[in-house]
């Protein structure tokens, strides 16, 4: 099951600049299009938590 468009039309960043985010379904992972950050999906869920993401700024992926 993939998640629904609607939905990921109105995710963004939990971040201040709150950009959008791109979802690889293959991968099961939502990217930040401004700071890089990659945000997992879990069970169709997406785990939007700024502590359990990986890149960013100042962090390597």
């Given at each position: 099951?993939?998640?629904?468009p609607q939905l990921l039309e109105i995710?963004?960043?939990p971040d201040t600049h709150h950009a959008p985010l791109m979802y690889d379904a293959e991968a099961q992972t939502l990217t930040?299009?401004?700071?890089?950050r990659i945000f997992e999906v879990r069970d169709d869920v997406p785990v939007?938590?700024?502590?359990e993401a990986r890149g960013g700024p100042g962090q390597q992926s």
């Open positions: 099951m993939a998640l629904d995710l963004a960043c930040c299009t401004e700071c890089g939007l938590l700024l502590d």
